[in-house]
């Protein structure tokens, strides 16, 4: 059954603590992305990896850190750099990061909701 | 910086009329994506436009593609319960994907 799995669904972390939330997918997918969703503004950029051992920064990178190792898996690092991490964030893939000049269908996961205490 | 605007961010419905959201861009879009997110649900594709004027349908669901290729609609015959959620679109500049707010839309039975 070929997907994306984030874990785990809830986090909670106290001030101060770095935390990693997992996304792993087996869709064979080049390219992986890390979002995070705030209400109301729809859907921001953190970090996004169109190759093992290869990342660029997004839009809103500052206070996180991400690794590509392995093609599967795109862990993403909320450090406590980061001054408002409390959000819901979202891992998602694609077979491609530019299909013939067209950004391709992404996939997304279920989704990390982290609560800092 | 680049940017994708969506409106209106939130739409209340009666179950049965229609509903309609629009993204604007204020650069050229190479195409664009709409995705539906579900409460408490993720964002899943619905459709891709490529072409200029492009007008794409699913069943009670239709999508347009302006003539310039910097706006985008989505629009819904007869809202139905299942039609809850928030519909984004998302517009290709220059090879990255841009994700408009999103327009959240209820339906009252």
């Known amino acids: 059954d070929g997907g994306i799995t984030q874990s785990p669904k809830y986090l909670f972390r106290k001030e101060g603590q770095n935390v990693t939330l997992s996304c792993e997918q087996n869709?064979?997918?080049?390219?992986m992305y890390w979002y995070r969703q705030d209400p109301g503004q729809g859907l921001r950029l953190i970090y996004y990896?169109?190759?093992?051992?290869?990342?660029q920064k997004g839009d809103i990178a500052e206070g996180y850190s991400v690794s590509r190792e392995k093609k599967e898996s795109f862990p993403l690092t909320v450090t406590s750099a980061q001054k408002n991490p409390t959000a819901f964030y979202l891992c998602?893939?694609?077979?491609?990061?530019?299909?013939?000049?067209?950004?391709?269908?992404?996939?997304f996961g279920p989704g990390t909701r982290l609560t800092v205490l | 910086g680049q940017q994708v605007m969506q409106i209106p961010q939130y739409q209340h419905v009666q179950e049965g009329e229609d509903f309609t959201t629009y993204c604007n861009s204020s650069?050229?879009?190479?195409?664009i994506q709409w995705y539906k997110q579900r409460p408490g649900g993720h964002p899943v594709f619905l459709i891709q436009?490529?072409?200029?004027?492009e007008v794409k349908k699913q069943k009670r669901l239709t999508f347009q593609f302006g003539e310039a290729k910097k706006n985008s609609s989505l629009h819904i015959t007869a809202t139905q319960t299942t039609d809850v959620g928030t519909y984004f679109c998302?517009?290709?500049?220059?090879?990255?994907?841009?994700f408009g707010q999103g327009t959240e839309l209820s339906v009252k039975p």
């Open positions: 998302a517009g290709n500049q220059g090879g990255k994907l841009i």
């Open positions: 650069t050229t879009l190479s195409n």
């Open positions: 990896s169109q190759i093992v051992n290869d990342f």
């Open positions: 998602a893939s694609s077979k491609d990061r530019i299909a013939g000049g067209f950004a391709d269908t992404q996939y």
């Open positions: 436009l490529v072409k200029s004027g």
């Open positions: 869709l064979n997918h080049d390219a």
